[in-house]
């Protein structure tokens, strides 16, 4: 009979004499429920599990903490060390594009390093001697010129006399009541700059030359370097992201340099251009200070103008002539800073206001004059790498997934259970 069923299998016949394939002996066969001990045993495993993911992270975030609290200080007690190096790998980066650019064109790469430590110094020696020789012989004539400042700013003056005297007055009461513990301090200034130079001299020859031996070394071994870097990652993976951090600093620092350098060479002749027909002395020298000065975001410029002001004080006996040197760099600013800038640098390289603030008074008060000017060329190498090779999610750790999280330690044994590992069954 077709179709005929037994009691101890089953067989189906098509009608033609084959067999069709028995369903019911594939199916498989549902897991065993775990025991009370074996569910004990995982619930410890995963407790074990959490307090030590946790213990570890509590670890590296207090060691990170201790880090960042002690690097300030660290980089400011080791400022004879830490300053020259630092200036010359962020020049040396900025380089890396002209390095490159001479390896293509088949030069050595220590020829090529040379090269590029050579237009480096000789673009630094221009700025030299059309900054500073001239600028000494304006500090040499501020004295003489005090009495015409005096005549310039008379007129500013008599506006506040009355309100001047009435604060000597009051200055003059409490000098009374404080006279008898008052005391004399005598501060000795060098007697001339020259003496100044002299006696800093030898030291900052030293680290000048120890950064171009830093500039030079760096870039003389860069593709090297770079490649023995990739190349010895363990996976790939981890080589591309690598190459990524790399090129990706590279073309972010040198192409900011690059760009605010332009902008800031452009702004410098114009208003050297600005303040010759208006009959100011040395203009190069103040549009040499101008592009200068603007590598410092926000205090720069305020400088500059202050300079600028000062000069026009010196050499104008007419008070509106006086200002009108800072008057038109501060409106050129304005149009290099909200039109000009923006348009060229783009999007990109837009960092927060706050930041830029933050890292100016940080490397400011780390190294002074020097740490204003690395201040945006370090905090874009910074924000690169970590935009790159990605950023410790602080605040996820404290509040999302760590011991501010009353969910972290459920959500953990959700993540880690057995059913989670293995699928649910069928």
Not at 223 to 247: G, W
Request: net charge neutral; glycine share 8%.
């Amino acid at each position: 009979m077709m179709g005929q069923s037994k009691a101890d299998g089953v067989t189906n016949d098509n009608g033609d004499g084959d067999e069709l394939p028995d369903l019911t002996a594939s199916a498989p066969e549902p897991e065993p429920a775990p025991s009370a001990a074996e569910s004990k045993a995982t619930a410890a495993a995963a407790e074990g599990g959490y307090h030590r993911d946790r213990l570890l992270a509590s670890i590296a975030l207090a060691m990170g903490l201790g880090l960042a609290l002690a690097l300030p200080f660290a980089l400011r007690a080791g400022a004879e060390f830490f300053l020259p190096v630092t200036a010359a790998l962020v020049i040396a980066i900025a380089l890396v594009p002209l390095l490159e650019w001479l390896e293509r064109r088949g030069v050595p790469s220590g020829l090529a390093a040379f090269f590029c430590l050579v237009f480096f110094l000789g673009i630094a020696n221009v700025a030299i001697a059309a900054i500073v020789v001239p600028a000494s012989n304006w500090v040499s004539l501020l004295p003489e010129r005090l009495g015409r400042i005096r005549t310039t700013v008379r007129p500013l003056v008599d506006v506040y006399s009355s309100l001047n005297r009435s604060i000597n007055e009051m200055a003059n009461t409490i000098a009374l009541h404080k006279a008898a513990h008052a005391r004399t301090v005598t501060i000795e200034t060098p007697n001339s700059l020259l003496s100044l130079l002299t006696t800093s001299a030898p030291f900052a020859i030293i680290q000048i030359f120890f950064a171009m031996l830093v500039i030079y070394f760096f870039l003389a071994g860069w593709t090297r370097a770079r490649r023995h870097t990739i190349t010895s990652r363990a996976t790939f993976d981890s080589a591309m992201t690598l190459a990524r951090v790399i090129q990706e600093v590279v073309d972010a620092t040198s192409r900011y340099i690059a760009t605010i350098t332009t902008i800031n060479v452009t702004l410098g002749l114009i208003v050297a251009g600005a303040v010759y027909v208006l009959g100011l002395p040395t203009p190069l020298m103040w549009g040499g200070l101008v592009a200068l000065l603007n590598y410092v975001p926000y205090l720069g410029p305020i400088a500059a103008a202050a300079l600028l002001g000062l000069g026009g004080l010196m050499t104008f006996a007419d008070p509106w002539a006086a200002a009108m040197p800072p008057l038109i760099f501060v409106g050129l600013h304005l149009i290099e800073a909200n039109i000009v800038t923006p348009m060229i640098v783009g999007r990109k390289l837009t960092i927060s206001p706050l930041l830029i603030l933050v890292a100016l008074s940080f490397w400011g008060w780390v190294w002074g004059t020097v740490g204003a000017v690395l201040a945006v060329p370090l905090l874009i190498i910074i924000h690169t790498v970590l935009d790159t090779a990605g950023r410790p999610d602080i605040a996820g750790f404290l509040f999302e997934r760590g011991t501010l999280a009353g969910r972290a330690k459920k959500d953990w044994e959700g993540r880690n259970s057995p059913v989670d590992r293995v699928g649910s069954v069928p």
